[in-house]
Every structure is written in C-alpha cells, then in structure tokens.
C-alpha cells in the first residue's frame, strides 16, 4: 500500500537528442553521466577480477610456510599490486566514480553533473593509468607494498616503480576532477524544491567523500611526485645518506592514505543508507545524525594518519596525539552503525539480495570497526602493526565493508541501470558464498597476527601453517563466489526480468524516471514535496504541500 | 496515494532545466584548493627537511637575491595588470582587454625567463645537495604553473578575436585566467619567503 | 525534520526485564572472553602483561559492542522480516533523541576512557621516554659527531653510549617509570640489513646473528638500518620499533621469562622479508656472563657459525658481509676489538 506513486510513463522523446545510446556509445568519450558511471563500474569490475586473482596467488603460495609457489619477488609484485588495483581502480572508482557519478544527479533531479566533459576526461584517465600498472609487470611490478616506503621503493624494481607512480598520479588527477564536479553539482544542482535535509544520504557522503578526496589527493601526488625525482632524477628527498628524510615520505603518504580509507567506505555508508531503508520499508532513522556523522569524519579523518606510523620514527607525543584522534573517529562511524540497526527496528524487511549484502556488511563493518579501535591505540599497535591482524582488519572494513557494499548497491541498482532484475536465487547463492568466504580467510588472520605472523611475507614461521591453510580455502571459496554472480550480471542483463521503473518502491528520485533512465534523466524535472526516506509517513496533503513546493 | 514526488502535476510549469548556470569559476576555485594543498604538502616537505638541517642551505648552495626579487616585482605588479583587463571587459572594452593580457603573458614571459636566467647562473643543480632538490623542483613546479597561466591568458586573447566572444555580461574565461594568474602569484610570494627571504635571515 | 511528533517511545524498547537478563549475558560473556581469548602468545618481558591486559579491556568492551550489536541485527531481521503478502511500510520512526544521545555519549565515554588509559599503559611502558638516559638531543649527523667529539670532557654516566657513537636515539620505547634516569645495564646495537639482524655489544665488543639476553635486566636495543627500513618484533615482548636508515631509534625493556623466542622483520624490505627472522635467548643472568666471557674470545665467530646455509644461500647473507657490517658497527670502537 505505501508503495510510492511514480510520475506517469514520460515519452522519452526530447527533440533532437538520440533516445538512447548504442552499445559502441559506451566506449567512447561521452559525456553522458549515466554512460560515464557504467564505464567506470565495468572497468573498475575488471581490475577486480585481475586483483583478486593475484589475490588467489598469494593465498596458493600462502598455503605452505615455504615459498614455493610463486619467486618471492613476484609474490612481492603482486601483494603490492593487488593492493594498489583494489583500493585505487576498483573500490575507489566503483564507488565514487560508478555509483556517484550514476546516481548523484538521477538523486538531486540534475540531467548531469556539473562540468560533463571534465567528468569523461576524468573517467578516461583511468584505463591508461590502468594500462601503465599492468605493464609495470614487464618490469617485475613494483614491489614496495602499495605504501611504496623509500628506501626500498628506490632500489627495487625501479622502472615498474616509476610506472607503478605515473598510473597513480593519472588516478589521483582523476579523482580530483571528479571530487571539483562532486563538490559543485551538489552544492549547486539541486532540483530547487529539494530542501537540504532531503537531499538522499548518498549525496551527502559523496559530497564528504569529495571533500576529502580534494584536500588529501594532491598531497600523496607531492610525495609520489619527489618519490619518482629520487628514483628517476638522482634527488635525496628520501635518501638519508644525501640529507634527506625517510619518515617525510611517510606523513605525505598517510595524509592521503588515511583518508583514503574513508574514500573507500564514506560513498558505502551512504549505498548503505539509501539500500537500507528501501527494503526495511522505513524512513532511515537519524537522518541528521548520519549526514553530519559523514561530514565529522571527514574532518577528524584528516588527523588521524600517524596511527599508521606509531612503530615508525614518530616521537611520543604524536603517538599519544594520535592515539586519541583515532579512538575519536569511531565515535560518529559507530552512530552510523547504531541508526542503520534502528533502522531495521520495527521494519518489514525484504531479504533480498541487496539487503542481505547489506545487512552482511552490517554485522561485519562492526567486527572491523572494532579491531580498528585497539590497532588505534598506541600500545596494543606496536605489537600487531605490520602483522595479519592488520590484514584481518583492513579486510574486514575493505571488503567486508566496501565491497559488500558494492554487491549491495548493484543487486539494488541493477535493475535501474539496465532495466532488468537480477536473479534472486543466485544473488543468495552468492551472498552465502562470499560472507563465508570472508569470514574464513579473515577471521583467522586476527589470530595470525596476535600469535606472531608478520604481514607481507612469502615464507613464513610453519607452526601458522594450519591456520593459514584455513584463510586459503576461504580465499578460493571467495573466488568461486564471483561465478554466481558473473553468471547472474551477464545473463540478467539481456535476459533478466523487465523491472520496471521502480521495481523496490523507492521514494528517492532516481525511481521516478524510467529504467534504464533516458538521456538527460526525466522528460520534466520531478518536483520534490517529501523527503526520500519517508516510508509508511502518511502524506500530509493540502496545508503542508504548498509552501513545500516552492 | 502515498506518492511523494508527483511531477505531472507541475509539469506544464516546471522548468525543462536543460540549461544551467556557468559553474566554471567555482569549479575553477574548488580546484584551486586541491592546488593549494599539493604546494602545501610540498612547502611542509620543505620545511620538515629544513628543521632536519643545521645548515641551511649547506654551503655552496646560498640563492641568488637580485633577480628573483625582479621577477617578484614583476609578477606582483602583473596581477594588477590582469585586473584592469577583467575591469576592461567588464565596461565590454575588449580591446583594452585584450592589451592588458597581452602585457601580462609578456610579464609572465619575462618572468619564466628570469628564471632560467637564475638557474643558469645559480652555479648549483637539481641533484647538488637537498636544499638544491627542493630549490629546483619548488620553483620548477610553480614555473610550470606561471607557464600553465600563460597560455590561459593567450586562450582568452586568441578566443577574443572573434567580436561578441566575450562581453560585460559574459566573460567567464576571462575571469578564470585572472583567479589563476592571482593564484600562481600568491603561491610564489610564499615560496620567495621560504625560499629566498627566510634562507638569508 | 524537527524534533517533535510521530516517533518511538519508550513503550517500543524492549521489556527491563529482557533487557536486564540479555545485559548480564552479554556481560558475562564478554568478560569470559576478555579473560580466555587465549589469542596471544606468552608474556616474556615487563611491558606484556600492560599491553595484554589493555588489549583484554578492550576486547571485553569490544566483544560486548560486537554482541549487542550482532544480537539486535539479528533479533530484527528474523522479527521484522516481512511476511508473504505484506506490501505494506514499517512503523515511520525518523529519529529518537534520547536515544541517539545516548549511543553517542556512550562511546564517546568509552573512548575518552580508552584515551587516557592508553597513555597511561603507553607511560608505564616508556614509551613516553625514549632517550631518556642519554645525551641531549641531536638532530643531525652533524650534531651527533660534534657532541662525541666533545663527550669525554661531559659527565655522563653512560660510557656505552657513547661508545656506540651513532647519534641518540630518541624515538621509540624508553625508560620505564622504575628505570628512567638510570642507565641500562646491556646495551646492544642492533643492525637490520637484507635481510638478517646484526647484534653488536658495544662493551665487549661480540657480535652475534641472535640476541642474547640476561633475565630481569634492563636492555636497551639502539636500531639502526643499513639499507632500507626494517623493524625488530619480538612478539612475546609485545614490543616492536621499526630500525630506519638515518633515524637512530631504540627499544628499552626488561625480560621477565627464560627462553628462546622469534626475532621478526615487521617491515617489507624485499623479497627475503619473511625470511628475515632470527632469535632473541634470554639466559639467567650467569648464562649470560658465560655465553659472554665464552664469546668474547672469538669476537667475530658467533655471528657466521649463526649464519645458516639458507641465509648465505638463498639470501645471499654472506660472511664477506657480514664482515662489513662489523666493521661498519665497530670502527666507532677501535680499543674494543
Ligand atoms: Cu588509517
Ligand atoms: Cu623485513
């Protein structure tokens, strides 16, 4: 009964605009934003598929103490590859650049965003960038961990060190572009009836993410930057025979680095915001609480980057500094955690596959978030830094947390995006598949790293032989988990169920056009008289209609 | 009945909204942040590596005062000149627009040449010691963006050919070169003081 | 979106009885497994037992959090599932006060409180003095030669530092409370290379592959790194400082347990980086006279007999380098050899 009432079918036909794009539209430089955030999500897909069989490497030489699998150096290639591919062409450009620019101006009643060319320039800075790391494999791959420390970054491998730098600058030019195009059509393109608190969460966690991916980007660019003169231009920035400074390469990097976490998770909080209350068909509880919480954490998120550095050459004060600046941090992430649980109170709630990926990322953010606060504390940090535990982690926020959440926006936005359902058996199948996956290759990390086991290693102490046998089969039922949903994507693209345009009954605005949605989104711009969360609220009709209208 | 967004109903008034305004100056401005802080990670860079230093800049490697402190001159005082080209067209006098650009980008021209004067004479290179790294690569990097600014400017003059490009009520481009020739301005006048200013005294 | 009207009151927060049951479940729970984790390995010097059992305070808060929140998601998710059929909404409640204050303030004490008491554990295990014993700061390389130079007219009660030479470091884990002010009573340098750990006893002037150690005394390890960032982790001492090239670092503590435990690179410094382990023995302390006195005769055999075959072999750790680290560590100390 409470489903929303959607405009009525609108012609799509708008004088002299084609009235649709063809299948090659997609592989051009096109500005269209919808175009853009599908290219960004396809390519970002691929580099997961190639990340994460590096990922099936590692874990295959992982499986025995002895390296015998893979030569270490390569195996050092990969984890350092594996890492930079995830977090900079895949979570980060899926869920910035797929789901943000895809959705930001279908959310705010925008037919684009702000600056569309600029947008295609910064999508296509991606797949030579993308180009250029895979290459770096002619040359060794770069082998320095994604961190990429001096001195060891400018003694090994150093020609795939310096691709591995120019492919991270491109991405980071990228992602500056669009946080500008972020930053401004937020701000500034609005449908003029959508009042501030009812612009959709998402927004606001874009708006956060962008914020903070301008200020922290060119900073790592800096580092990167006298990285690469060191290396290439014979420079001692880093190189402390000559006068310079380890530790300085360092700060550059988790000044971005840190936030970079929230780049990863920030845009996810907010899939998770709109996903759930759609399928718990409630309004989102503390919708103030999760919109300023978004914006908290990313200003506290800019002073916490020393806790990656508590065994590093950091003086005891900035230990203890940061310590507390950390243990702040988890202060608004855990009112997110709290409202979406609220949420959930009290609701008719679907379990579909979106949801349960959403309620999996749930129950595991709450297992990383956690682990994130003792490895922010000094003490406890000097004894797990640089172990598994570490690894635990950062997988359990990274994947448990982002990628689920990608899963999630996918099985919900699918079908507005092309059109067509996906199947809901195997996107159970594949949610079964990959949260036991997770929870069996990174839980018993936790323990690794505790008992003894440093991170980054090839060859390990084979009393931890057992255990890693164990993260290992998880890892391939974690590959395994990808097919069901291969299958279900490519499948259900063409051959899916017709959704509809509002196949959840979603109140947000990117429901009120059809799916997929026609060139330049609505045929007229939708006027907003209600928030986008306003599940079983009975419309206040007459009185309060009108001065909302305006 | 639970509808919340109706839009036929306000269809026949609502606004096609195809078009929308010129948000090009603050992009430009939101952008120049994110240039903010990749001079401000250089400068802590900088300035860390200084405060590592009981010398500095190690001997040998003392900077040159005269001609920089030209160039300074001259680089203020082009930021004054670019301005009375956005008052020009603001009164829709392209053509004293276009002269006051001209002026700039030759400011600007003789501005980067002073500095490769400076670099030829300075007797120290890139790779001499860290005061020498930071040297080169800070003002490098800022070169590059005088040179950046310059071909902004000579954007503008070249698309101002054609008359009616520009006017008192549309000059966008026009403003966006000039917010960045101010940009490029302020950015040295902190790298003269770390650079040249706070190495003397 | 004011504050007022149409949303959750009290009456839909479960039963106090339920929930005062599920509370002292969910206590008792969590501070069993605070307790019985069993997650990290024995305790072998004076700064474990404080980092295990701030880690098990926060484990306990943690595992509390984890069920209560893992509790509610599931008790909603099976309770409010919809039923077959029901297309209709969820009860509309945008937001509750009371209640947001309430999970706002609660962790925000909580982690005040974690706060403090990590700089109170972090004081107690010296990390609030790392160069506590030693000379003044010094920046520089430059600074560090010219304060050796001028040291013997100094008063210092630590001849072993300067006997070491490298500048002091001041970054890592210092005196404890109950040594600060003191010198330690071994002092040994520690050299982290590609991909081996060299220890050096500036005193009598040994170098070994392993750490040898005397029970119950205070050490102190002066880091350093030869080619690129390593870092020295003994898990049982739940201590680890990272050894950077130029920056002079140390690690102070006291072994609290006889016995032989890991010795780990904690850093990525290559392909061998796994490798890089050795051992740290903590004798009694007339073990430790003897393995010294024993040791002291053949100065430079310990560390190549400590060498084994897969070092030389696959990580090409030869004694020709061996060698050369010595001398490297040594020619501060020429009298001593
Ligand atoms: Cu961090
Ligand atoms: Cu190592």
């Not at chain 1, 999760?290 to 050459?313: E, K, P």
């Not at chain 1, 086991?453 to 039922?477: L, S």
């Not at chain 2, 310059?150 to 966008?172: E, F, N």
Request: hydrophobic share 50%; glycine share 8%.
């Amino acid at each position: 009964m409470a489903q929303a009432q959607l405009p009525l079918e609108t012609p799509l036909s708008l004088p002299g605009h084609p009235k649709a794009w063809k299948w090659y539209d997609y592989f051009t430089f096109n500005v269209d934003h919808k175009v853009i955030g599908i290219q960004y999500l396809v390519t970002a897909f691929i580099f997961y598929l190639i990340g994460g069989l590096m990922a099936v490497a590692m874990r295959t030489e992982l499986a025995t103490a002895d390296s015998d699998f893979l030569n270490p150096n390569l195996y050092n290639a990969f984890m350092t590859n594996h890492g930079t591919i995830m977090i900079f062409f895949w979570v980060v450009p899926a869920a910035i650049g797929g789901f943000g620019n895809y959705l930001v101006p279908l959310m705010i009643g925008a037919r684009d965003m702000a600056f569309p060319r600029l947008n295609a320039l910064a999508f296509w800075l991606n797949p030579p960038a993308g180009a250029l790391l895979l290459a770096s494999f002619l040359f060794g791959g770069a082998q320095a961990g994604w961190t990429a420390y001096p001195p060891l970054s400018t003694i090994t491998a150093t020609t795939a060190q310096s691709m591995w730098i120019l492919a991270i600058v491109l991405v980071g030019t990228s992602s500056i572009l669009g946080a500008v195009n972020f930053i401004v059509t937020i701000w500034k393109m609005k449908v003029p009836s959508m009042r501030w608190n009812q612009l959709p969460l998402f927004c606001w966690a874009m708006l956060a993410t962008s914020l903070l991916a301008l200020v922290s980007t060119p900073v790592l660019a800096v580092g990167l930057i006298l990285l690469l003169f060191d290396i290439n231009f014979g420079t001692s920035f880093y190189r402390p025979d000559a006068g310079g400074n380890v530790i300085i390469y360092q700060h550059l990097f988790w000044f971005y680095s840190h936030p970079a976490v929230y780049l990863m998770i920030l845009p996810i909080f907010g899939i998770m915001s709109e996903v759930i209350p759609v399928h718990a068909r409630k309004p989102i509880f503390g919708y103030q609480a999760i919109a300023y919480s978004s914006l908290a954490i990313c200003c506290v998120g800019l002073f916490v980057w020393v806790h990656h550095m508590f065994t590093s050459g950091t003086p005891p004060w900035m230990r203890m500094f940061f310590t507390i600046s950390t243990l702040i941090v988890a202060v608004p992430t855990g009112v997110k955690i709290f409202s979406w649980v609220a949420t959930l109170w009290g609701g008719k709630i679907r379990l579909n596959s979106a949801m349960l990926f959403a309620i999996g990322l749930l129950s595991m953010f709450v297992l990383g978030g956690l682990s994130g606060v003792t490895l922010g504390t000094a003490p406890v940090d000097i004894h797990v830094h640089d172990t598994y535990y570490v690894v635990a982690h950062f997988h359990y926020v990274l994947f448990g947390g982002s990628v689920f959440g990608l899963y999630a926006g996918i099985y919900h936005w699918f079908p507005k995006i092309t059109g067509r359902l996906l199947d809901e058996r195997l996107g159970i199948l594949h949610f079964v598949l990959t949260f036991i996956g997770t929870n069996l290759t990174f839980l018993p990390m936790h323990e690794l790293g505790l008992k003894g086991m440093p991170r980054r290693v090839a060859m390990y102490d084979p009393q931890f032989e057992p255990i890693n046998f164990i993260c290992t089969i998880g890892a391939f039922v974690l590959a395994f988990s990808i097919i069901p949903f291969l299958i279900n994507v490519l499948w259900s693209w063409n051959k899916g169920k017709i959704a509809g345009d509002n196949p959840w009954g979603g109140l947000s605005l990117e429901w009120t056009t059809s799916s997929p949605p026609p060139i330049e989104n609505w045929e007229v711009l939708p006027v907003v008289t209600k928030g986008p969360y306003d599940y079983g609220i009975e419309q206040r009709k007459g009185s309060t209609n009108e001065n909302e209208e305006e | 009945m639970q509808g919340t967004i109706d839009s036929q109903t306000t269809a026949i008034t609502a606004d096609h909204g195809h078009e929308h305004p010129d948000f090009r100056v603050l992009g430009l401005l939101v952008f120049l942040i994110s240039e903010s802080l990749m001079f401000g990670g250089l400068f802590a860079a900088y300035l860390l590596l200084r405060g590592m230093h009981a010398q500095w800049p190690p001997e040998g490697t003392e900077v040159e005062l005269l001609v920089p402190t030209i160039n300074t001159l001259l680089l203020l005082s082009s930021s004054f000149v670019i301005h009375y080209g956005d008052v020009a067209i603001k009164r829709d006098d392209v053509r004293s627009m276009r002269k006051w650009y001209w002026i700039t980008a030759a400011m600007g021209a003789v501005f980067l040449g002073g500095q490769v004067y400076e670099y030829l004479t300075l007797g120290y290179g890139l790779r001499t010691n860290v005061f020498a790294n930071c040297f080169y690569v800070m003002t490098g990097f800022h070169g590059l963006h005088v040179f950046v600014g310059i071909l902004l400017i000579l954007g503008v003059i070249w698309r101002s050919r054609r008359p009616g490009h520009y006017s008192a009520q549309k000059h966008t481009g026009v403003t966006m070169a000039e917010i960045y020739w101010h940009f490029v301005d302020v950015i040295w006048i902190i790298l003269f003081t770390l650079l040249y200013i706070l190495t003397r005294f | 979106m004011g504050f007022s009207g149409r949303f959750g009151t009290m009456e839909q927060i479960p039963a106090p009885i339920w929930t005062l049951t599920a509370g002292i479940v969910v206590t008792l729970i969590s501070f069993w497994v605070g307790q019985h984790h069993g997650l990290l390995p024995e305790q072998a010097s004076e700064q474990a037992p404080l980092v295990d059992n701030f880690f098990n305070i926060m484990l306990t808060i943690g595992t509390a959090l984890f069920l209560v929140v893992q509790g509610a998601i599931l008790l909603f998710v099976i309770r409010y599932r919809r039923r077959p059929g029901d297309e209709g909404d969820g009860l509309p409640i945008e937001e509750n006060l009371p209640l947001e204050v309430f999970w706002t303030a609660i962790p925000a004490l909580i982690v005040i409180f974690l706060g403090i008491y990590s700089v109170d554990i972090f004081q107690r295990m010296g990390g609030l003095n790392p160069g506590d014993h030693t000379l003044h700061t010094m920046h520089t390389p430059e600074q560090a030669v010219a304060v050796v130079a001028e040291a013997p007219s100094k008063t210092t009660s630590d001849a072993t530092a300067l006997l070491a030479a490298a500048p002091t470091p001041e970054i890592g884990i210092g005196a404890s409370p109950d040594v600060q002010g003191k010198a330690p009573d071994v002092v040994v340098d520690v050299t982290g290379m590609q991909y081996a750990w060299i220890f050096t006893y500036p005193d009598s002037g040994i170098v070994s592959g392993e750490l040898h150690i005397p029970v119950g005394k205070d050490v102190q390890l002066n880091l350093s790194a030869r080619d690129v960032i390593h870092s020295f982790w003994v898990p049982q001492f739940r201590l680890k400082q990272d050894a950077i090239p130029g920056v002079p670092t140390e690690l102070r503590f006291k072994a609290t347990k006889v016995g032989t435990y890991p010795v780990i690179c904690a850093e990525l410094c290559g392909g061998y980086h796994g490798a890089m382990r050795t051992q740290v023995i903590v004798h009694t302390p007339e073990d430790f006279e003897a393995w010294r006195t024993q040791n002291q005769v053949t100065a430079t055999a310990p560390v190549i007999s400590s060498l084994s075959d897969r070092h030389i072999e696959e990580i090409g750790v030869t004694p020709q380098l061996v060698a050369q680290v010595e001398a490297m560590t040594h020619h501060h100390s020429p009298d001593k050899l």
